[in-house]
Each structure stands twice: as structure tokens, then as C-alpha cells.
């Protein structure tokens, strides 16, 4: 397995938001976490980006123990994270924005050929590079905080409610390049709460309630099951 977490209990000082979650994505794979609100997603999510440490269990990456790596050189390891809101610098320009995904030094050499990959990703961007981000609609925000990701080159690329105050027709078209991404042999860890978008896209999903993973399976084995239609899908 490229990524494995296993049993990861994460903490706010002495309140826990995780407490036992595991998962795993393999090479070039589609994995969605779905769940509550609440549930943990985004905790888990930022503490695989570095953002947050566990408190017990394990977490690695194509065999290296995470908890080795400090938070500032998990990217370098092949992990980028776009975050749930974006979260973008909203007074720099759209290429000002990218070009800071391209910080590590090995992003850096390959910066140019990464640019054009997220312009030919998307085409907007580049009509509008020279454009404040802040200036942007939502769903063209979203594809810089996917672009700045992507221009760190990572192996896996970890999305954060990327569906989040988008419109359906931008949501569709947000999953497609999600898709055009992963046929690039990038692999995905996708927190959504369009559950119905997650289960489309994913080859294997995890269901995360009151910081535990609680079941996992394809998406078809957990349409199958009663408890997920009703408690998710509304049937």
C-alpha cells in the first residue's frame, strides 16, 4: 500500500476527534472517506498532510513511519493537501498562488513543465493567471487550490470537501478533473460529503462516525447495505 494508517487516535489538547481510524490507498487508487459531520474527516485528513500529529497508532507512506517526518517536509515525501475552503492568498495573483505549491526545491527544477500541466488542466487559469485570486468565482478558486496541490508533483493528493458551496454543474465539473487527475496515475484521498460524487468516484470507500472508521468496503458493497442508504443516502 502506498498510504496506511492504522488505529490513529488525534486530539485537540485532551479532547479526542479521532480515536481509531484506519484506512488505505494504494498506488494510482481513488479512496473517498465519507461520514458526518463532525466525524473526524477533515482531523484525519490534516494530520496524513502533517498538519496535526496523532497521538497513537500508525501511519505510513510507502513504507517510511510518518511520525519520523517532520510536518514541514511531509510534501516532500509526495503528499499534498488541498484544504477544505481553499485557503488561498486572496491578494496575490492566480500564478503567484501556484507557484507557491512549487516551493521544494524538487518542484521547483520541474516548475514550468508543472505549470503548463495545470493550465492544460485548467485552460481558465491560464486566461487568468495575471488575475487576483480573490477576484475569482468559487469553482475557479477550487481549481487553483487543486493547481497550487499539483505543482508540488505529489504521488498522492489528498482533497478536503473540494464539492464545498459549489454549484452542481461546477461539482460535475470538479469530479471530472478529479478523474483526468487520477488517469495521470496520481492516487486520491477524497473527504466529501457529496456522498453520492464520493461513491461514483472511488474504488473503495471508508465510512468514519465519532472518530472511528465503522466500515469500508467497494461502493457497491456499501450501497448494499441498509444502514449506509438510509443514513447517507436518504433512502
Known sequence: MLLEARHLAIGYGDAPAVWDASLAVDAAEVVSVIGPNGAGKSTLINSIAGLRRWQSGSLTFDGLDLATVPAHRVCSQGIALVPEGRRLFTRMSVEENLELGAYRAEARRERQGALERVFGLFPILRERRRQLAGSLSGGQQQMVAIGRALMARPRLLLLDEPSLGLAPAVVDQMFDIIRAIHGEGVAILLVEQNVTKALEIAGR???????????????????????????????
Not at 467497494?218 to 443516502?233: K, M, N, R
Open 205 to 235: 470507500v471508508y465510512v468514519l462516525e465519532e472518530g472511528r472508521t465503522v466500515a469500508s468496503g467497494t461502493p457497491a458493497e456499501l450501497l448494499a447495505q441498509t444502514s449506509i442508504q438510509d443514513a447517507y443516502l436518504g433512502r
